[in-house]
C-alpha cells in the first residue's frame, strides 16, 4: 500500500461546478500538507500549502486538512475551463522530502 | 522571472544507450531534487542533494542511475545502460530551504 493514495479520475465537470479532490495518507508523521498543479507537458507548481488541521482559503481553492482522519482535501469553487489540469497533493516528511499522490486528472467543461 | 532549466526538453535513445539529463537550479537554491514521472508510479523521488552533498538516493536503481551536483549551477542524472523501462518524465527540483519545492519543465525520455 502506498503511503499517500489519491484517485486518478479522469474528473470531469462544467464550468462553474464546485470541484472536490482528496488523498488519505497512512504515515501520521507528515507535518506539511500541499496541492500542486500540472498542466499537460509542464512542471508541477505550488497550488496550496497547510500546516495544521482545518481550511486555508486562496481564492476560489480551499485546502482541508483532517490529521485525526489521516484525510486531506482541495475544493475548487466556481471551476473554469483553466482549471483543467492534474493535481496531485504532497506530503512532507521530517526529512523534508515530498511524498506525492498520484494525481487527480481534472477537465472543466466551458 | 527565475527558472529551473532542463536539457534535454526530450530525448529518444536505444537501449543499452547512456543518457545524460542536465538540470539548472534557481540560483541561489541549495537543494536539489530529481524526480521520475510515469502513469503508472505517478511522481516519484529518485535523489537529491543539499550544498552539493547528495542525501537521499534510496529511490534510484544504484546499478544504472547515477546522480551528481558537480556545481552549485548544475546537477546531473546518468542512466547507464538505459532500457525500455527507464522511458518516463524526468522533472528537477530546486528549493532554497523553504518548502516549496520549484520544479523544471522535465525531460521526456522514450528508450526502444
Known amino acids: 500500500q502506498k503511503e499517500v493514495e489519491q484517485d486518478p479520475g479522469p474528473l470531469s465537470v462544467p464550468e462553474g461546478a464546485i470541484v472536490s479532490l482528496n488523498c488519505t495518507y497512512s504515515?501520521?508523521?507528515?507535518?506539511?500538507f500541499m496541492w500542486y498543479r500540472q498542466y499537460s507537458r509542464k512542471g508541477p507548481e505550488l497550488l496550496m500549502y497547510?500546516?495544521?488541521?482545518g481550511n486555508k482559503e486562496d481564492g476560489r481553492f480551499t485546502a482541508q486538512v483532517d490529521k485525526s482522519s489521516k484525510y486531506i482535501s482541495l475544493f475548487i469553487r466556481d471551476s473554469q475551463p483553466s482549471d483543467s489540469a492534474t493535481y496531485l497533493c504532497?506530503?512532507?516528511?521530517?526529512?523534508?522530502?515530498?511524498?506525492f499522490g498520484q494525481g487527480t486528472e481534472l477537465s472543466v467543461k466551458p | 522571472d527565475a527558472r529551473v532549466t532542463q536539457t534535454p526538453r526530450h530525448k529518444v535513445t536505444e537501449m543499452g544507450q547512456e543518457v545524460t539529463m542536465r538540470c539548472q537550479p534557481i540560483?541561489?537554491?541549495?537543494?536539489v531534487f530529481w524526480y521520475r514521472q510515469t502513469m503508472m508510479q505517478g511522481l516519484e523521488l529518485l535523489a537529491y542533494?543539499?550544498?552539493?552533498?547528495?542525501?537521499?538516493d534510496s529511490g534510484m536503481p544504484k546499478d544504472r542511475f547515477s546522480a551528481e551536483m558537480p556545481d552549485a549551477t548544475l546537477a546531473t542524472l546518468k542512466i547507464q545502460p538505459s532500457e525500455p523501462r527507464d522511458s518516463a518524465v524526468y522533472f528537477c527540483?530546486?528549493?532554497?530551504?523553504?518548502?516549496?519545492?520549484?520544479f523544471g519543465p522535465g525531460t521526456r525520455l522514450t528508450v526502444l
Open positions: 540560483l541561489g537554491h541549495n537543494t
Open positions: 504532497a506530503m512532507r516528511t521530517q526529512g523534508g522530502k515530498l511524498i
Open positions: 527540483a530546486s528549493t532554497a530551504g523553504s518548502d516549496t519545492q520549484y
Open positions: 497547510t500546516y495544521s488541521s
Open positions: 504515515n501520521s508523521a507528515f507535518q506539511y
Open positions: 542533494f543539499r550544498n552539493r552533498a547528495p542525501l537521499d
